[in-house]
């Protein structure tokens, strides 16, 4: 790789000088537009020459392990401190790993000015960090900042090396799951005003950065869109929020609130921030389900308990609205969601139970085409009879199909329509 010779020639250089020897400053190589992704890359953010440096410094010890060592050994053969270098030593990795003090040292020597110069790339504000490219690592009260190490994220190793980006694997680190769906728009059977609200979200997606940017809208409203899904469970929430990111070309992720909430004072918080830092540059849309959990109303402070619970909500309300992409809440009942989040909402949706004509169609669209209906059974009238949710009726469809099977039929009965039935209203303790 070009970039990771001129890197060496130009720590050769500055090592070079540093020790009184006489050494040419190595000439810029040729970036030629290819398909690797690092030139790809390069060639679009039109980058600096200190940029590219920091960046392939940061990146080269994920490429070659011992790439900042063996250079070091070509000076200092029987080894030794080389402070003016800086580097650290990782918890696994035996190499050096460049810190602020290494780009400064390789790029401005001695020369103070430049020094500060290149400290001005780790910074909040530049797009190495508006990105979530790369960043130092922080260090100990009274440290210099500088010597905290470059840290590459690993998404961005992944999309400058191989041009692709392994999914979040979901756990403790990572309390989100995928959301995916091969259901179209037309299977989501619900009012036509709730799809309307639905279109309005599909059309922020589609057109923020038009709004925030060319229509000059990034210093009068927030980033990111808030939306409020409520309503009986059953009835859409989580599939309405699948098909709009389908359809937006968006990845939708289910927070699983148990990995977020924590009983230790501050865990919770910590949760909430590595959640957001996370998918703050992805495009990612994040789904709250069962949202009272995390997003319930605030208490009055009784004891230490409540004063921390307290606490977390005010920070979540802090993180949501930092969020640029979409964070959609999902509650079965919009009352017990907390009134700073409900301000903040651009939209609150209500899905609710669908009535009869809907669930004629929810009926007719969800049976498979192999199965056979019993002459018995009039679905227009079970629709008008039985007050069921989506899932209500699609659970009772499945178990019918088993029945079926386990005949060694495709006929679905009246009597086990009506059984599965009454198992769904049991489960919700009403009766038929």
């Excluded at 890359?41 to 960046?55: C, D, K, M, P, Y």
């Amino acid at each position: 790789m070009r970039s990771l010779s001129f890197i060496s020639d130009i720590v050769r250089y500055r090592v070079g000088i540093f020790l009184g020897h006489t050494h040419s400053y190595p000439s810029l190589p040729t970036i030629q537009s290819d398909e690797a992704p690092l030139t790809q890359f390069i060639l679009q953010q039109q980058i600096s020459v200190n940029e590219l440096v920091v960046l392939i410094s940061a990146l080269a010890p994920h490429l070659q392990p011992d790439f900042f060592s063996d250079l070091i050994k070509e000076y200092l053969p029987d080894g030794g401190d080389f402070p003016a270098f800086g580097g650290v030593k990782g918890q696994n990795h035996r190499g050096i790993l460049p810190t602020g003090e290494t780009a400064q040292f390789i790029l401005a020597g001695n020369d103070l000015a430049k020094r500060l110069e290149i400290q001005q790339l780790f910074t909040s504000d530049h797009w190495f960090a508006q990105k979530g490219i790369l960043w130092l690592e922080s260090v100990r009260e009274g440290e210099p900042a500088m010597s905290g190490r470059i840290v590459l994220d690993g998404e961005w190793i992944e999309r400058l090396t191989t041009g692709k980006v392994t999914p979040p694997r979901f756990g403790s680190q990572f309390p989100a799951e995928r959301l995916q769906t091969e259901l179209e728009w037309d299977d989501l059977v619900i009012p036509d005003t709730v799809r309307k609200q639905i279109s309005e979200i599909e059309t922020w997606v589609q057109h923020h950065r038009t709004l925030m940017d060319e229509w000059g809208m990034r210093h009068r409203i927030k980033a990111g869109y808030r939306a409020l899904f409520h309503g009986p469970p059953g009835t859409g929430k989580t599939l309405a929020a699948t098909l709009l990111a389908k359809y937006t070309g968006r990845e939708v992720y289910r927070i699983d609130l148990s990995l977020v909430v924590s009983k230790f004072i501050g865990e919770t918080e910590k949760n909430i921030g590595a959640l957001f830092d996370k998918a703050r540059n992805k495009d990612w849309i994040l789904f709250f389900d069962e949202a009272d959990a995390l997003f319930g109303k605030r208490t009055d402070v009784r004891d230490a308990h409540d004063k921390y619970a307290n606490q977390e909500v005010s920070y979540l309300l802090q993180k949501i609205e930092e969020f640029p992409g979409v964070s959609i809440l999902a509650s079965n009942f919009k009352n017990n969601i907390d009134e700073a989040f409900i301000r903040r909402f651009q939209s609150i949706v209500y899905f609710p139970v669908p009535k009869p004509a809907e669930r004629l169609i929810i009926w007719q669209r969800n049976l498979p085409a192999i199965a056979r209906l019993d002459p018995a059974i009039n679905l227009t009238q079970i629709a008008e009879r039985f007050e069921l949710t989506g899932s209500n009726i699609v659970n009772v469809i499945q178990f019918c199909c088993l029945q079926a099977l386990g005949a060694g039929t495709n006929s679905l009965s009246e009597s086990n329509v009506l059984d599965g039935i009454q198992r769904e209203l049991i489960k919700e303790n009403k009766i038929i």
